[in-house]
Each structure stands twice: as C-alpha cells, then as structure tokens.
C-alpha cells in the first residue's frame, strides 16, 4: 500500500452500512453488489492486493482442480465477453490476474483496506452495531459484518518437532516467496502428498538434484486432461454462457457436467470400465459423476476406487512405490480427490523417492534434515505442504462477540453451529460467507459466493421493507440444520475419511464434518425457500429510523 493509501485508508470515516472482512472472490463481489444497493461498505484484507486464497498460495504448480471457465464470475456478461481464460485449468498466476482486472474493471480497490487484519467484532445491544477492531488499533462501526474470510485461508502449524533447529531453507506453500525459488542443485525435502503437494512434485523434481517426498496418506490423483483453450472452444463458451451459468447455479457442485444417473452396480463390468476410462481421462473431479451411488454405496465405491488404483499400478514403474501411492484407508472421493499434472510419472524419476511414513513414522527434523524412524536423510530445503484450518480457521482468528457477551469461539467449541450455514443464532447481522454448514467447501466457490451474496443482498432488502433492523437465525432452525447437515453426512461415504472437511487434520479440532452435502442445487432451493416464506427460521428485530409504532406492529 502506497503512502496516499495509507493515508486514505486512516483517514476513512468511522461507520459504514456494511462491513465486509476479507477481498478475495467473495469480498469483491460483496462490494460490487453492496455498491449496486446503494450501501456504504469497507472491506478489510490482511494482504497488500486483492484475491485471497490466490494471493497467498503462490507455490510452484499452484492452480484451480474447476475448469477456468465455470470458475468465474457470472454477474457481468460484459466481463464473461472480454476475459479470455489460456487453458481448461488456470494456473494461480492466471487466476490472481483475473481477479486483479476485476478490481480494476469495478473500481473496488477504493472500497478496501490492505495490509489490515481484522482482530475483533463486537455487536453493541443498544446500539444495534458491530464494532470492528483491528490489529493496527483501528476502530469502526457498520450495521452489518459479511465474513468472507475463506475455507482454505489459514495454513495448518508444521506439527513436527525441530523445525527450530534446521540450518537449511524452508518453505510453507501458504506464504511462498512471490520472487519465487529455486531448487537447482538442492536435495528437497516435501512433507504432504494432498492437492498442494501433487502439484508442487512435479516442478520441484524437474529442478532439485533430489527430491524425497514424505506421505502420510496416499490420495486418490486423477489427470487434470489440462490444454491450452483454442479461440474456437472460447468463442463456444461466450456464446452458450447463459446455458452453462444455469446449469452450474443447480447442479449438485455447481459443474456444468452431465452426471450419470445410473448405479455402477447395474452397470456390467465393461459398461463400467468404458465410464471410468472416459471420465478419468477427461474430466477431473466430475470423475465422482461417473455413477449415481458412488459416495453412498461401499460397493459401487470400491470399483471406483479399484479403477484409481490399477492406474497408478500401471503408471508407476516401482511396483513397492506404486503400492505404497495405492489409497487403501478411504473409500474414492470421501477427502477431497487431488488432480494433478504428472504427479504419478515424476515418481519414475531417479531423482525423486518416497518415504511411507505409515511404514518408517517421521521422529523429528534435524540441524541437517529429517530423522525417520530408521534413518536420517540430509536436506538443504524443506517444504510443507500440509494443508489449512479449513472452513473455520479464518473465523477463529477473530474475537467475534455477539449477544450478551457471547463468544463465537465458545459457542462453536464442539463444532460450528449455523443456519444455512450463513448466519449464526446469537450474532445478530452477521453473515458467513461459503463457511460450515453450507456446501462451499463441495462445490465451485465461485458459483457458491455469487448465490450466498445475491440471498444475503435480497435479505437486506427485505429489512429494509419491513421496516426492521436486525435478522438473525433462530435457535430452533439452527440446530434444525444442524441436524440436517450431520444427518446427511452419515448417509455418504464423507464419515469413511478423515479429512479437513471434518477438522480431521488439525490436531485438537472438534470432528464435525462441515459442509452441506445434500447438493449446491438443493441448497439454493432451500435458501430460495426460506426467503419466499418471510426468511422462515430468521427473527426480525429493531424498528428502522422514521417507522411509526403502528409501522412497526404490522411489520
């Protein structure tokens, strides 16, 4: 931030209509949308430029796993016409780019405070206001707080003892060098073998003398199918766009894919093969999409999960490695699939070896690298990809208060509790963007913002009209919904894996799987639904400023 920012940004007025926390994908379309309402809003972000997730994750190999064209904004046709997307995948460079022209094309830039971590909120009873603190000291005020903070925001702490003492070089893919490195020469140590580490391998091997990655747990990796876009497939999704945003705004994970209704056990053995030998060879995540009863049924599963592995056995030239890179703990698709770009192939290499560390446990890093249960292997560099405080590691940075001197961190000490995952009962005027209990985390983020944003603009329309003050969720709906998440949950294969979808990864986290998984279509119906009933399961509250009591009775 220049100088003039700075000063512009401490010279801000003290109160707003809208506080908005965070400028990534959903900060930025919450300033749009909120400007388009006529409110006054102040979007704080800890970095020095907008983008979010895809302004902190810059590590070698970083892209999206959703086709660049679908993970996009839909608001804008005039923006849908101008953007051209190089490739199926976008690489973080491209997407940060992107998000960087949309600040620009909007003049959002003059709406957000950088390099400013939000540190507190604090709703005042009596004055029907959140008082937003943060670490700089700064103090202000608005009617309404938008959490846009990010599911994949907050890197997991490294959990291995002795990084104090290592005399090399390390890095953590949360907060990689934007000059970048190079590994030239290097013997590399890489600890995690989940979507980041599948996409640091390959690049890391190409440069480094030697590469050792340490797997904790082997994932299921499928081909990315990655292409640059001709002008001929970009000039056919300009033209069908209207079509393709109405099929990713209700589908089940807002895709634009055709999923197959059909069981993989009805199916004959060739039937099945043939599926999974297309999907798998061009379509990614939509792989899940190959059958109906792929994450319900343990059976269908297994044939799923037997395809992957015979894959990475006929990829794989070590039979021991291919093994020891086979998933046999989770059921195919129950953590996050990781989809790569020879991730597999550079395991070929002579120059790069894997460590089991289910078979030799890491003891603790060294002075000169890491000591296995059975050797000490010397490094120059290491590097952590061991993944983030998913869904609510964001929130808990924050000391949000709400009612009656009541802590978020406390209510959520057993598991975050919201309805509709877009609000919370006892935090009057505070909305969480794609957070726990919404299906953000299981569909295209993008298309997930746009949806929670238009509801919570319409929700605060409809305050206005009834001439009230404050909405928040009821307790009652709330653990209606509650109920509803974790009971859908436990019909899926999701309760077979232990993954950040269910804090499973942070030590000491509650185990609650988090996301919404009865499909995005659905949810946007049930959020269409609540509102058409008079935002059913929400308590309206507060006379607006100039309504008559007799006003406010028949509202």
């Not at 892209?63 to 995948?89: A, H, K, M, N």
């Not at 003049?107 to 959140?130: G, P």
């Not at 598991?415 to 009057?428: E, S, V």
Request: aromatic share 10%.
């Amino acid at each position: 931030m220049s100088e003039a920012q700075q000063g512009k940004a401490s010279a801000c007025p003290s109160e707003f209509d809208v506080i908005v926390v965070g400028a990534g994908f959903a900060g930025l379309y919450l300033i749009h949308s909120l400007r388009q309402k006529g409110l006054s809003v102040r979007a704080f972000e800890a970095g020095s430029d907008v983008g979010g997730t895809w302004f902190w994750n810059r590590y070698p190999g970083a892209r999206c796993d959703i086709e660049s064209v679908i993970y996009s904004y839909s608001f804008s046709d005039e923006l849908q016409d101008e953007w051209r997307w190089s490739e199926r995948y976008a690489t973080q460079a491209e997407i940060l780019a992107y998000i960087q022209h949309v600040a620009d094309r909007f003049e959002l830039r003059r709406d957000i405070q950088f390099n400013t971590r939000v540190s507190a909120a604090t709703f005042d009873e009596k004055d029907e206001r959140w008082t937003v603190e943060t670490e700089q000291g700064q103090r202000v005020k608005a009617r309404f707080v938008i959490m846009a903070t990010g599911s994949l925001t907050v890197p997991k702490p490294v959990d291995i003892p002795g990084l104090e003492d290592f005399k090399g070089t390390w890095y953590h893919s949360t907060n990689w060098p934007a000059e970048g490195v190079d590994f030239t020469g290097k013997r590399v140590g890489l600890v995690g073998t989940a979507s980041t580490g599948v996409q640091m391998v390959p690049l890391i091997a190409q440069q480094a003398e030697h590469l050792t990655v340490f797997q904790r747990t082997a994932n299921f990796v499928l081909p990315a199918g990655n292409r640059p876009l001709s002008e001929e497939e970009q000039r056919h999704y300009r033209a069908t766009y209207p079509q393709i945003r109405e099929k990713t705004r209700y589908s089940s994970g807002g895709s634009h894919y055709q999923f197959n209704d059909q069981s993989a056990l009805v199916a004959t053995a060739e039937e099945r093969e043939a599926i999974y030998e297309e999907n798998y060879r061009i379509n990614g995540l939509a792989f899940l999409g190959s059958f109906n009863d792929l994450l319900i049924n343990e059976e269908a599963n297994a044939t799923a999960a037997e395809f992957i592995r015979g894959k990475i056995r006929s990829v794989v030239k070590d039979p021991v490695v291919a093994e020891d890179l086979c998933p046999n703990d989770h059921p195919l698709g129950s953590k996050r699939l990781c989809i790569g770009s020879s991730y597999l192939e550079t395991f070929n290499r002579s120059n790069v070896s894997l460590v089991n560390l289910k078979r030799t446990p890491l003891e603790r890093i060294t002075e000169g690298g890491m000591r296995t249960c059975d050797q000490e292997l010397p490094f120059d560099v290491l590097v952590f990809a061991t993944g983030f405080d998913a869904i609510t590691g964001a929130l808990s940075r924050i000391q949000v208060t709400g009612r009656e001197g009541l802590k978020l961190k406390d209510k959520w000490k057993d598991g975050p509790r919201c309805y509709l995952g877009l609000a919370t009962a006892g935090f009057p005027n505070m909305f969480i963007m794609t957070g726990p209990q919404s299906p953000g985390a299981l569909a295209n983020v993008v298309v997930a913002i746009e949806q929670h944003a238009d509801w919570i603009m319409d929700c605060i329309g409809y305050l206005e009209q009834q001439n009230r003050t404050l909405i928040e969720a009821s307790p009652d709906a709330e653990n209606a919904w509650v109920e509803k998440v974790a009971a859908l949950s436990q019909i899926t294969l999701h309760r077979k894996g232990a993954s950040w979808y269910s804090g499973a990864n942070v030590p000491g986290k509650p185990r609650v799987f988090m996301p919404f998984v009865g499909g995005f279509g659905n949810y946007r119906r049930m959020c269409d639904a609540v509102a058409a009933n008079g935002y059913e399961g929400f308590v309206l509250s507060g006379c607006a400023a100039g309504a008559t009591v007799e006003q406010e009775e028949l509202a």
